[in-house]
């Protein structure tokens, strides 16, 4: 019987060569970006160039032709490397795929090609003060106005890039005639639209995507403005947030890669009595343990990267909410036990994981927390009863 194959050959070459890319930067440069204060502009310009950020995006507008499978491929590299791009989640993943699978034809032409190519990028905004992550409770709204054009009102809040982003593809509700209920609608909004106002949150995290409160003060768009079918609202905004969980779990997976890596380079070759300290069991089984749930995690954003790609919305939304959750627990413990190995080195500059401390808690709680996840999973998983 013939094994099934988890990636092709091609894959394995994209892996290799984006882990080639990831290299020549590294974490000393995402580093230097970020003590600056400025974004990653010299990657993000030659991961575009390569054809690596488009990769998911239809080859008639520019992109590979390929899916997020490929995709999270090219960010788990780059994250394994020490250099992830945040952006990759929201940008081509996100709105990318929205745009790609719902967005009218003018849409997909005015967009997708610089999606594709990196010259444009697209921010995403769904979270909000009170909603959290509760999407049913968006309070953003919009009303059509009498000669066609929309009119939103709301707050967003935590929404990444904003500040680089030529437009934010806004998540708001509208009023259905039928049953005066709102239902979720997505929207293209440019940077410069009037009443579009953003405040950069003070985040102890330091990363160079800056996160953002944005409110929308009576802002009028054009009828087309509005991405897919007014009716269809919720199935297209979920054909958006599967891509961001799987992405994140790559995003997850690529960084306990890097931290432990950083680990079994520094167990190797620290010696401190008679031989390196990585041949002591009690070193040696905790990152072994770390380097198996990061490859189970891997296996669930195959699984769900493939359903998604497959057009398997319901079974990609198990998957890629199981891989997520994976993939941030698996990262967190990859980080603890990495700076742990390293001791008092594991706090230092020079070695560079204690900044992962932080940020590896954010696939945790973003885009979706770990107890939402649960519920998810308990609710249409295991067929439980709701307790709210």
């Known amino acids: ?22 290299k020549r930067y590294g974490r000393d440069y995402m580093t230097r970006i970020t003590s600056a204060g400025g974004h990653p502009e010299e990657l993000w310009a030659e991961a575009a160039k390569l054809g690596y ?6 080859e008639e507008y520019g992109g590979g032709g ?11 590299e780059l994250g ?11 940008s081509p993943a996100i709105c990318g795929t929205v745009i790609s699978r719902f967005g009218t034809e003018e849409q997909k032409r005015a967009w997708l090609p610089g999606l594709a190519d990196g010259s444009r990028t697209m921010a995403f905004g769904i979270t909000e003060p009170d909603a959290g992550s509760n999407s049913h409770r968006i309070t ?9 054009s929309w009119v939103l009102n709301g707050r967003k809040v935590f929404i990444s890039g904003v500040d680089i982003a030529d437009a934010t593809l806004i998540v708001g509700r509208t009023s259905d005639a039928r049953t005066g209920n709102l239902k979720p609608c997505l929207f293209i909004v440019p940077r410069d639209a009037e009443g579009f106002g953003r405040r950069q949150i003070d985040m102890e995290l330091q990363a160079p995507e800056k996160q953002w409160e944005l409110t929308l003060d009576d802002v009028r768009l054009p009828a087309d403005a509005l991405v897919g079918d007014e009716d269809a609202g919720l199935l297209q905004l979920f054909a958006g947030l599967n891509p961001e969980r799987i992405m994140t779990a790559a995003f997850a997976i690529g960084m306990g890669r890097y931290a432990l890596g950083r680990a079994v380079e520094y167990a190797r070759d620290r010696t401190v009595w008679k031989s390196p300290i990585g041949a002591h069991q ?17 296996l669930m954003m ?20 199981m891989a997520k959750y994976a993939a941030a627990e698996a990262c967190v413990r990859a980080v603890d036990q990495s700076v742990h190995t390293l001791g ?28 939402m996840i649960l519920n998810y999973v308990s609710h249409q998983t295991l067929g439980l009863p709701k307790s709210y």
Request: aromatic share 2%; proline share 4%; hydrophobic share 45%.
């Open 302 to 321: 195959q699984k769900a990267a493939t359903l998604y790609d497959a057009g398997d919305d319901i079974g990609a939304g198990e998957a890629a909410n």
């Open 140 to 148: 953003t709204t919009a009303r059509r106005d009498d000669d066609g």
């Open 282 to 298: 009690a070193i040696a089984h905790p990152l072994a343990q770390v380097h198996i749930e990061l490859e189970l995690a891997r």
């Open 1 to 22: 019987m013939t094994a099934p194959v988890l990636e092709t050959e091609e894959h394995r070459a994209l892996r290799a060569a984006v882990a080639a890319l990831g």
């Open 344 to 371: 008092g080195n594991g706090l230092t500059r020079e070695f560079g994981l204690a900044s992962l401390i932080t940020g590896s808690r954010v696939a945790r709680i973003a885009p979706v927390s770990r107890e």
């Open 66 to 76: 390929g899916g997020i499978g490929e995709l999270s491929i090219v960010l788990e």
């Open 80 to 90: 394994a490397a020490g250099s992830p791009l945040l952006m990759m989640v929201v």
């Open 53 to 58: 950020l488009g990769v998911n995006l239809p």
